[in-house]
């Protein structure tokens, strides 16, 4: 029996748990009533038209139980709650003397770039690595425009679907790197170098100079394969007036005696580049052959 009677009180309290239970469950975001759903919808469609934006992107924030919305004949009468503001919204019922003002949200959606892979940090970004998209982050420095990814490199990994942000970015440079191992004073082909884009930040300007200088130019020092070319391993030719013979104290410069030749490495900056037949110009101490004047 005591058994029998503890199976009645349990059976007796279970129909008020489940009814307990069913309220708890139901609890959430009620539906809402026709003339709440009608002023939102009325709002949504006037608020979307009047920014330009489309009806999803538009949120009306009525839902809250407390803002009682009475039966209206007539269509609402919406317009801003403030001159310049998209924050708040009036709106009236024309038939009657009732008006509220009601919070907005708009989520504008701006150009950007986004990833089209994932990337390691050094990558040289092309234009196959990025596509245009829509999205309402407005955080700073996203890219929309792809002209400024040129000449670009990562300096972090980056993932697909990232949005391309200026703080990614590194600028880059142009730089002469050998494809073979050169000794001092070998002369520099086309050829033996590759160029490579590294960060601009990393090399001076030492790095940067034309191509065209290389077609003049003999290696400076012992050179490894892989070495960055810096103005520093270049001798540059430069055209010089040397002795062609000994020149004794005293004896005047002459076509005969002096010849323009290709001089490879820093000369004086008072170095002669031209002939001096009618200059009239006489040595002042003996100059031995090849030596610069």
Same mark, same amino acid.
């Given at each position: 029996?005591? +058994?029998?009677?503890?199976?009645?009180?349990?059976?007796? /309290?279970?129909?008020?748990?489940?009814? /307990?239970?069913?309220? &708890?469950?139901?609890?959430?975001?009620?539906?809402l009533?026709f003339?709440?759903?009608?002023?939102?919808?009325?709002?949504?469609? /006037?608020?979307?038209? !009047?920014?330009?934006?489309?009806? %999803?992107?538009?949120?009306? @924030?009525?839902?809250?139980?407390? $803002?009682?919305?009475?039966?209206?004949?007539?269509?609402?009468? +919406?317009?801003?709650?403030?001159?310049?503001?998209?924050?708040?919204? %009036?709106?009236?019922?024309?038939?009657?003397? /009732?008006?509220a003002?009601?919070?907005?949200?708009?989520? *504008?959606?701006?150009? &950007?770039?986004?990833?089209?892979?994932?990337?390691?940090?050094?990558?040289?970004?092309?234009?196959?690595?990025?596509? &245009?998209?829509?999205?309402?982050?407005?955080?700073?420095?996203?890219?929309?425009?792809?002209?400024? $990814?040129?000449?670009? @490199?990562? %300096?972090?990994?980056?993932?697909?679907?990232?949005?391309?942000? *200026?703080?990614?970015?590194?600028?880059? +440079?142009?730089?002469?790197?050998? !494809?073979?191992?050169? $000794?001092?004073?070998?002369?520099?082909?086309?050829?033996?170098?590759? +160029?490579?884009?590294?960060?601009?930040?990393?090399?001076?300007? !030492?790095?940067?100079?034309?191509?065209?200088?290389?077609?003049?130019?003999? &290696?400076?020092?012992?050179?490894?394969?892989?070495?960055?070319?810096?103005?520093?391993?270049?001798?540059?030719?430069?055209?010089?007036?040397?002795?062609?013979?000994?020149?004794?104290?005293?004896?005047?410069?002459?076509s005969?005696?002096?010849?323009?030749?290709d001089?490879?490495?820093k000369?004086?900056?008072?170095? $002669?580049t031209?002939?001096?037949?009618?200059?009239?110009?006489?040595?002042?101490?003996?100059? !031995?052959?090849?030596?610069?004047?």
């Open positions: 029996m005591v +058994i029998h009677t503890r199976t009645m009180i349990f059976f007796k /309290w279970l129909p008020g748990i489940f009814l /307990w239970l069913c309220s &708890a469950f139901a609890v959430g975001a009620p539906a009533g003339d709440k759903q009608a002023l939102i919808d009325q709002a949504t469609e /006037w608020v979307a038209r !009047n920014s330009q934006v489309e009806e %999803k992107q538009v949120v009306i @924030m009525a839902t809250d139980r407390r $803002l009682k919305i009475p039966t209206c004949p007539s269509p609402f009468i +919406i317009e801003f709650a403030f001159p310049g503001s998209e924050e708040s919204i %009036k709106v009236e019922c024309p038939d009657t003397s /009732w008006r003002f009601v919070g907005i949200k708009i989520t *504008k959606y701006m150009p &950007a770039l986004a990833y089209t892979s994932d990337m390691p940090t050094g990558k040289i970004l092309l234009d196959e690595h990025t596509v &245009a998209v829509s999205t309402a982050n407005s955080s700073s420095g996203i890219l929309s425009d792809r002209t400024a $990814l040129k000449n670009m @490199m990562l %300096k972090v990994a980056v993932n697909a679907g990232d949005l391309v942000l *200026k703080h990614h970015l590194e600028s880059t +440079i142009a730089i002469f790197q050998l !494809n073979k191992d050169l $000794l001092k004073g070998e002369r520099i082909k086309q050829d033996d170098v590759t +160029i490579v884009m590294k960060p601009a930040k990393k090399f001076g300007q !030492n790095y940067q100079f034309p191509e065209k200088l290389l077609s003049n130019a003999s &290696a400076a020092n012992n050179l490894k394969k892989g070495s960055l070319l810096s103005e520093q391993d270049l001798n540059i030719v430069q055209v010089a007036l040397v002795a062609a013979v000994n020149i004794p104290k005293g004896d005047l410069l002459t005969s005696n002096t010849s323009l030749r001089f490879y490495g000369l004086p900056s008072d170095t $002669l031209t002939s001096v037949d009618s200059l009239m110009i006489a040595a002042r101490k003996t100059i !031995n052959t090849g030596q610069p004047l």
